[in-house]
């Protein structure tokens, strides 16, 4: 648990979720099983930090009855939701088998719960607990999720930031100040234009805690890079051995390849990113001595003489010459005598 932390409060690695959602769903039990264990080895292969499933029951979601969702018949899915989530619901029993295999893959395992009930489920076999967007209000859930005393990751998606401070506030008064909040649009797939990624540094500022982002954009690098650009440290996607599968979390999922993709990109992100000071870095010392321009002579000078600028000297790039003085120093060297012979081409350097 300590090293799943460590890499989880290093504020230098972005912290990459892999979001199996209901992706694990393709048949009996055991096909089911075999499934979410490929995921798993998927999302290990793929460099992510962690692979995260959802654990729910229909009957502590939606009231009975609650018809049929736009987004899913828009997908050919016209069933109720509560006969999807029934359908789509992980067996408890399925939880510490699927944290076990995560564990030998070395992967985080990760299980969003939606009610009490599945956190008392869910919470023996993860150290890091996720709170879906519309569960943002759910106030016994943050209750019991707080006072776990385990790192909380909130995602904000169709919410405002009066509704973003009561679950952060509620939290707080819970004891758990360990919390970072991910921003969201909460549509599926997500165009470009609705991901808002400039809202990342208000969140940051306004909360004054770690910031990241669920992304249910298709492409797999240009909403991620952005985020990390404006400094996210968390990274949430979806993926799937395929997109054409039945089910609503198959559509707008990344297939393997670009998960890889997806978290290569991100890890360049991170190193080009760099340590935010301006300084001369390592890989450019050779280039600076050889082309930043400094004091050099243009003709042969002999000890004593007036250094004058453009008539014994000059300000250019050195090249493999002997470096002079800087040229901001140009104004304190013209005028005055040079202590020693200089050959043309080498650097001003000793003068009174």
């Keep these: 648990m300590t090293?799943?932390?460590?890499?989880?409060?290093?504020?230098?690695?972005?912290?990459?979720?892999?979001?199996?959602?209901?992706?694990?769903k393709c048949g009996t039990y055991d096909e089911d099983l075999i499934r979410a264990k490929q995921l798993i080895?998927?999302?290990?292969?793929?460099g992510a930090d962690a692979i995260k499933f959802q654990t729910y029951r229909p009957e502590t979601l939606y009231v009975q009855n609650a018809g049929q969702s736009d987004y899913l018949t828009k997908h050919g899915i016209d069933e109720n939701i509560n006969d999807i989530f029934e359908n789509l619901s992980m067996p408890y029993e399925m939880i510490p088998i699927l944290a076990e295999y995560a564990k030998k893959q070395k992967i985080i395992f990760m299980s969003t719960p939606f009610s009490i009930d599945d956190a008392k489920e869910v919470d023996p076999f993860v150290d890091i607990h996720k709170i879906a967007s519309f569960e943002i209000n759910h106030i016994r859930l943050l209750e019991f999720l707080a006072k776990t005393k385990k790192p909380l990751i909130i995602s904000t998606g169709a919410s405002t930031f009066d509704e973003i401070d009561f679950a952060v506030n509620l939290i707080k008064n819970n004891n758990n100040n360990n919390i970072r909040i991910l921003q969201c649009t909460s549509?599926?797939?997500?165009?470009?234009?609705a991901l808002n990624l400039s809202v990342i540094p208000k969140i940051k500022s306004r909360y004054d805690l770690p910031v990241g982002?669920?992304?249910?954009?298709?492409?797999?690098?240009?909403?991620?890079?952005?985020?990390?650009?404006?400094?996210a440290t968390v990274i949430e996607k979806h993926f799937t051995l395929d997109r054409n599968s039945p089910g609503p979390d198959h559509p707008f999922a990344l297939i393997p390849k670009e998960l890889e993709m997806m978290v290569?990109?991100?890890?360049?992100?991170?190193?080009?990113?760099?340590?935010?000071?301006k300084q001369i870095l390592n890989e450019e010392l050779e280039l600076r001595k050889f082309a930043t321009r400094s004091l050099q002579a243009i003709r042969t000078i002999s000890k004593g003489d007036i250094l004058e600028e453009g008539i014994n000297f000059d300000v250019l790039r050195p090249g493999n010459r002997t470096r002079g003085l800087e040229a901001r120093f140009l104004e304190s060297v013209h005028g005055k005598k040079s202590k020693v012979d200089i050959d043309a081409g080498n650097g001003i350097s000793d003068y009174e």
Excluded: M, T
């Design 3 to 24: 090293d799943n932390l460590s890499k989880f409060d290093n504020l230098d690695h972005v912290f990459v979720i892999a979001e199996a959602g209901s992706n694990w």
């Design 41 to 46: 080895e998927i999302a290990a292969q793929s």
């Design 187 to 193: 549509k599926y797939p997500c165009p470009i234009s």
């Design 213 to 231: 982002f669920s992304d249910h954009s298709i492409d797999p690098i240009i909403a991620p890079i952005i985020a990390v650009a404006y400094g």
């Design 264 to 277: 290569s990109s991100i890890r360049n992100a991170e190193l080009a990113l760099g340590s935010g000071n």
